[in-house]
Structures are given as C-alpha cells and as structure tokens.
C-alpha cells in the first residue's frame, strides 16, 4: 500500500470511528452517510484499533473495590473490611444495599454453635429484613443492650430479634430493659438481678457482634427515644461523636461523658475489642465521623460500609 492509500485508510478510519463512538452512530447509518458498505465500516473501526487510533477502556468497579478494601484493612488495622458498591446518594436506598449485602455476608459466616449479639437500630433493621432461612445450627442470638423506651419512636429492636431467631430457628435472648436509666443508683440495683447479669454475659461470650454506629445529630434516633434532657443531650453532642449500643465517644473512641456511660445497659465498649468478629455496618456522610471515631477506638474488627465512605475514610488524613 503506498503512502498516499494509506493515509486515505487512516483517515477514513478515524472519520467512521467518530462517527461510531462520538457521535453514536450505529454502523449502518455510517455505511448510508459515507455511501460504503457496513463491512467496509466494520473493516475500518477495527483497524482503528488495531493502529491505537482508538483505545477501549474497560474500567471495571469492583476491581477497585478490592483494591479500596485492602486500602482499609492497611489503614485501620483490620481483619475484614467490605466495600458495597452503591451509586445512590439517597440515604435509605445506600443502608437498604448495606443490609442486604451484611445479610448474605453473615449467610456464609455464621457457623454451627455461634452466639451472634445483635444492636438495634435503622441499619440493623435493614439486615434483619434481608436474612433469608439460614442453616446453621445452634445459634444463639443475643440483644447487646436494652430496647425499652420512653416514645412512640421505632427503635426497632423487636423486630430485628424476632427475624434473627426466626432464620436460625431459635428464641433470641432480650434484654428487657431501657438502655439507659434516669439514674445512677436505678442502674446498679437493677445489673444486680441474676437473669440480667447472665443476659450481660451472653452479650460478652458472643464469638460474633454486630452493630452499626449513632451519630449525634439533631435527629439522631437516640435522641428521639426519651432518654435525655435537653441539658443532657447538648453535652452530648459537644463531647461527642457518635455512639455504638448506645455509649458515646470521642474522636479517639474513647467514652465522651462517662456518667452517662455508667448509666447505660448492655454490653461495653472494650468488650467489642475481643470478639474474633466484631462487625460494623454504617455508611453514608451523616454518619462519616462516627465511623471515624469508631475505628480510632478499636472497637470493630470487620467494617462493612459503602464505596463513598471508604474513599472519604482514605482520603482523610
């Protein structure tokens, strides 16, 4: 092919892969626009390619997600961490895709003779509705704090206990009591009872936790529940950052205002620490610095949360 041949060819190509990939043309409107055959095109785009005039990029999100979950064990020292890829930015649909993807996460985790403590709240109730019938047996499911509360407002607790030993076929353990007591004295008569003291101790023998984290926002749920006065709740949100079974901490993770902590039921924060899965599931900018804080802490051994979150969290130094 002499010079001249080839450079029509070359120009002819790049004319019909424009048309095709610019311009969105389909082949046989090209073929009728140029007045030469569809094989013709077809012969053109390909040598296109094959000269590098144009190049195909295929760029595939879940290989960066494996990518972002390797970034996050590397950063925050842990075991497992779970990048959900959602493309939402609406805050029901992102913990809808967190809840089903943590359902079938704990569908191929959950082993026969496991004790699995379970927190209440939006994001838990989302995994609870998404648990299909599971086969493991012998599970014991336990409530790592108390669901009592003083409003109307759905902390939905029952219904996540109910569903959890629904699938695992067996009586879940409830802790029938407020998760936090007006006072100090109430509190300590009441972790005294022998039936709440072995219900305290199922949450801290549980081999598997799973929770997500409270922010302390305005319409936070918490602070919806009655538990707080007004005074109570402003201290809150001037000490803290968000909470995890309803005990607040810091930026460092550490416990934000400790006469409230000594008020609070369930299991402790440190007692996260020790589980050979203590995972966390939360995701959303609302509830950004309250993982932050959460992973300062320590608490969460396995973090499941959504592809934006895990960018902000590597993004941030």
């Not at 390797?70 to 020292?77: E, W, Y």
């Not at 499911?141 to 759905?154: A, D, F, N, R």
């Not at 973090?303 to 590597?314: E, F, K, Q």
Request: charged share 25%; proline share 3%.
């Amino acid at each position: 092919m002499d010079k001249s041949s080839k450079d029509k060819r070359i120009s002819d190509s790049i004319r019909v892969a424009r048309l095709y990939y610019e311009s969105k043309l389909g082949q046989a409107e090209i073929a009728k626009k140029l007045s030469i055959s569809r094989p013709t095109v077809s012969r053109l785009l390909q040598f296109a390619q094959d000269e590098g005039y144009v190049q195909i990029k295929v760029i595939d999100p879940f290989a960066s997600v494996t990518n972002l979950e390797k970034a996050l064990r590397d950063r925050f020292g842990l075991q497992e961490a779970h990048v959900v890829y959602t493309s939402t930015h609406d805050y029901q649909q992102l913990i809808e895709s967190l809840g089903k993807y943590t359902a079938d996460y704990l569908t191929n985790t959950v082993k026969d003779h496991d004790i699995i403590g379970v927190s209440w709240g939006k994001t838990m109730n989302q995994v609870a509705v998404h648990m299909g019938d599971q086969k493991a047996q012998d599970v014991k499911i336990v409530e790592l704090k108390g669901s009592m509360t003083y409003t109307p407002t759905p902390v939905f607790a029952e219904d996540i206990l109910m569903k959890f030993g629904q699938v695992y076929h067996t009586s879940p353990s409830i802790m029938p009591l407020p998760v936090i007591f007006e006072t100090q004295t109430t509190h300590d008569i009441v972790m005294q009872d022998r039936h709440i003291e072995k219900l305290i101790d199922l949450g801290k023998r549980a081999n598997i936790a799973i929770y997500t984290v409270g922010t302390v926002h305005d319409d936070a749920l918490l602070f919806q529940t009655g538990y707080f006065s007004k005074t109570e709740q402003a201290e809150i949100q001037t000490k803290a950052i968000g909470d995890i079974c309803s005990r607040f901490y810091d930026r460092q993770g550490k416990v934000a205002v400790p006469a409230i902590n000594a008020r609070t039921v369930g299991i402790q924060l440190d007692d996260l620490k020790n589980k050979p899965k203590s995972i966390l599931v939360a995701g959303g900018e609302r509830k950004f610095e309250a993982i932050q804080g959460a992973l300062s802490g320590g608490y969460t051994n396995c973090l499941i949360t959504d592809i934006d979150t895990a960018h902000m969290l590597l993004d941030d130094l």
